[in-house]
């Protein structure tokens, strides 16, 4: 079946301006989370949802960055002002339910801010 | 806070050797997760271990779990050049629910 998808695969902006970033979970999947993987380095979790609402959004930078998934499918990554260290690849997964399930990932949206 | 540390960080080896990474964590946890990355793409989900004990094998793949050591294996057999990609551990924090800690990877070349 279908796995994660994401879009758009490359997004480039400017400094200052606006972005959002699109997850498209496996159908079925409640459990939907959000990580950054920046060069050589391991993901890095922002925030997780269970359904509709934000069960987890610790990993969250600050307040520039904002997600949600109005109807607990797809999901909206949202980043205000972006600033230059906000480049990474931006992954998206999901597994069937919260508490230990196996995620899947999907291919990822490379942002650059330039 | 879980800190997950992962050597080496990275490996060339020859294709039939054999060899192992290590994964280690530092607080409680009972689900400890691998991950392959080839370049650019995504993470593919190897294996999923559950309980001290564990052991999962998938080809010339077979990874273990130690909950009282805070100790993960991956163990390669007669490695071929397919092999060839950076390998993440990833744990789960008893408190955090959810949430997958990585470490920073192990890139492994397998030359011929």
């Known amino acids: 079946g279908a796995g994660v998808s994401q879009t758009p695969s490359n997004k480039v902006t400017e400094k200052g301006k606006y972005v959002e970033l699109r997850c498209d979970p496996i159908s079925g999947h409640t459990a939907l989370y959000w990580y950054r993987q920046s060069l050589g380095q391991g993901p890095e979790f922002l925030i997780y949802?269970?359904?509709?609402?934000?069960?987890?959004d610790s990993g969250l930078p600050n307040d520039r960055f904002f997600a949600v998934r109005p109807e607990g499918s797809v999901s909206t990554l949202k980043i205000q002002r972006t600033e230059r260290g906000d480049s990474a690849v931006y992954l998206c997964a999901s597994s069937r339910a919260s508490g230990g399930e196996t995620q899947y990932f999907g291919p990822g949206t490379r942002l650059l801010v330039l | 806070e879980l800190k997950v540390e992962q050597n080496p960080l990275f490996l060339s080896m020859q294709e039939g050797k054999n060899y192992t990474i290590y994964c280690n964590y530092s607080t409680t946890s009972d689900r400890l997760y691998w991950y392959r990355q080839d370049p650019g793409k995504s993470l593919e989900s190897l294996f999923v271990l559950l309980s001290n004990g564990a052991v999962k094998q998938e080809g010339r793949l077979m990874a273990s779990l130690d909950t009282k050591a805070r100790l993960s294996t991956l163990h390669i057999t007669a490695a071929v050049h397919d092999l060839s990609a950076t390998y993440f551990c990833a744990v789960v924090e008893e408190t955090s629910g959810s949430r997958l800690t990585f470490g920073e990877g192990t890139q492994l070349t397998v030359n011929p």
């Open positions: 949802f269970q359904g509709t609402g934000a069960a987890d």
